[in-house]
């Protein structure tokens, strides 16, 4: 057996190519469901070895009609990012490097990566150069650092040590947090200890924005330590919490602000968007992805605090009390929850790299235009309405006012293949969610995915017309 892998990545690279060649014209949805990939995998334990050859076939053969259009230029599923080329080349040599950054002595190179990423990245989003950053899976555990940050600098004020002591006996802290929050947040609350069911929810508006009165109100009705917890970006909506009138309340009750901005907060990059996301740099907290706008391959995610130490303290293993970091000494794990992780600082700064503030911004705003495009040709064909103001890169669709043609409308959409969109309850009711977060959608495949709603819906109107009376 010979360990030269030259054949082997060649092949994976060839294979991967061919995926991402065919990956326009391909159906926009997966071959098979889950159920169908699970007796596709299936096979008893394995007692001998596989050359790694066949196993590569294997792999992609068990693997391919399972798989999801992720990467196409027509797929407005979720929010999902397109992992990018660039990314993914990049990811390579951070696998075929084998580093792992929990501290930077274990490898320099990564550990470098992720200050100078993060510093172009808070750069192009316009947050403080101050600012930590944690290089986390995703947004969900973005929320959480930047939760456990608040948790650990709210409890300090008062006197407690969080990180020491835990949560038994601790005053308690208030948790404001809008009616629209995406549930990852609300995850994190119940990961740190502070409750999913005893937070303060904030009424929201008719797109899912924080309305300051509520916030306000609820503020005043009590006191001591509090977290108002904000978005960039509701999942449905797009659309961004007023953060310019909700800080300074919550400031004039010293409580500690952190934004959910999976993807939104990159609006921040895009010269014709930022004014959506006004205010935002005033925030304590941020959560944010590269595996969505920032199209890094999965998995990878942001977790932006504007105070290195409350970072710090709440996340490094069992020191509340750490010395100062010497410029040069950051260590990658005091930053997250983990310890040996992949150099995701890598693959950032490739797509940083790549991109640069002007390809940022042009991707973000053609997002942007490409979901209103969407939207206003679809809402042409009589009985399609848009239901939310497409401010940013998402657009709810509703086909002729009722949750069962929606739904059959989106499960058509998604049998054609032409284009996948999801279905998501909006406001109590069901809606088509168009959203638009990978790099290789264009204007024109807009239209085409556009058309292909309007057929999908003209087909479930046609069924459901009711029979001529004779
Ligand atoms: C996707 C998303 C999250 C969760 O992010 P992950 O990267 O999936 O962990 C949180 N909030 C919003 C608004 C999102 O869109």
């Given at each position: 057996?010979?360990h ?11 294979l991967?190519?061919d ?24 096979a008893?334990?394995?007692e ?17 009609p ?40 274990a ?9 100078v ?5 808070l ?15 995703g ?10 940050a608040?948790?650990s600098?709210l ?5 407690w ?8 006996g601790?005053?308690e ?10 549930v990852s947040v ?9 409750g ?8 929201s ?24 917890i ?39 990059a895009?010269p014709?968007?930022?004014?959506l996301?006004?205010?935002v ?21 942001f977790?932006i605090?504007r ?7 709440a996340?490094?293993?069992g ?10 000494e ?8 983990e310890?040996?992780?992949?150099a ?7 797509m ?7 390809g940022?911004?042009?991707m ?8 209103r ?13 848009i239901?939310?103001?497409?401010v940013?890169n998402q657009?709810?669709?509703r ?6 043609l929606?739904?059959q ?20 009711q ?41």
């Amino acid at each position: 057996m010979t360990h030269d892998p030259g054949a082997l990545f060649a092949r994976a690279a060839s294979l991967a190519t061919d995926y991402r060649r065919g990956i326009a014209t391909a159906p926009q949805r997966p071959a098979h469901t889950y159920l169908a990939a699970l007796a596709d995998w299936d096979a008893p334990t394995p007692e001998t070895g596989t050359p790694s050859d066949a196993v590569l076939e294997e792999l992609v053969a068990r693997a391919s009609p399972g798989l999801h259009a992720m990467t196409g230029p027509r797929f407005f599923g979720w929010v999902i990012g397109g992992s990018h080329p660039v990314g993914v080349a990049a990811d390579w040599m951070v696998s075929a490097w084998g580093q792992t950054v929990g501290n930077h002595a274990a490898s320099p190179a990564g550990a470098a990566a992720e200050v100078v990423a993060g510093r172009w990245m808070l750069d192009m989003l316009g947050l403080p150069p101050e600012c930590s950053i944690g290089y986390v899976t995703g947004a969900t555990m973005a929320n959480l650092v930047g939760l456990a940050a608040a948790r650990s600098a709210l409890l300090r004020r008062v006197g407690w040590d969080v990180e020491a002591q835990g949560l038994f006996g601790a005053p308690e802290i208030r948790v404001a947090i809008g009616a629209d929050a995406h549930v990852s947040v609300v995850s994190a609350l119940q990961f740190l200890g502070l409750g999913h069911s005893r937070v303060l929810r904030i009424a929201s508006d008719a797109e899912g924005r924080m309305e300051p009165y509520a916030l306000a109100e609820a503020l005043g009705a009590g006191s001591g330590p509090a977290m108002v917890i904000l978005q960039a970006g509701q999942i449905n909506s797009g659309n961004f919490d007023r953060f310019a009138a909700l800080i300074p309340i919550a400031r004039a009750h010293h409580a500690w602000v952190h934004v959910d901005g999976a993807f939104g907060l990159w609006a921040k990059a895009a010269p014709a968007r930022a004014a959506l996301a006004a205010g935002v740099e005033d925030a304590d907290s941020w959560a944010t992805d590269g595996h969505k706008w920032l199209q890094t391959p999965y998995d990878c995610g942001f977790a932006i605090v504007r105070d290195p130490e409350a970072h710090r303290r709440a996340m490094a293993f069992g020191a509340s009390y750490l010395p100062p970091v010497n410029q040069g000494e950051r260590d990658p794990t005091h930053y997250v929850p983990e310890l040996s992780r992949r150099a995701r600082g890598m693959t950032s700064w490739a797509m940083l790299r790549h991109l640069g503030r002007a390809g940022v911004a042009e991707m973000v705003e053609r997002a942007c235009v490409c979901a209103r495009l969407i939207a206003d040709e679809a809402a042409r064909e009589p009985g399609i309405v848009i239901a939310n103001d497409v401010v940013l890169n998402q657009a709810v669709l509703r086909f002729g006012d009722n949750d069962d043609l929606t739904l059959q409308t989106v499960a058509r959409l998604q049998a054609d293949g032409v284009a996948f969109a999801g279905a998501s309850q909006w406001r109590g009711q069901w809606m088509m969610r168009v959203s638009v977060s990978g790099y290789a959608t264009t204007e024109a495949e807009a239209l085409v995915a556009a058309e292909a709603i309007r057929a999908a819906w003209r087909i479930i109107r046609g069924n459901n017309v009711a029979p001529p009376d004779v």
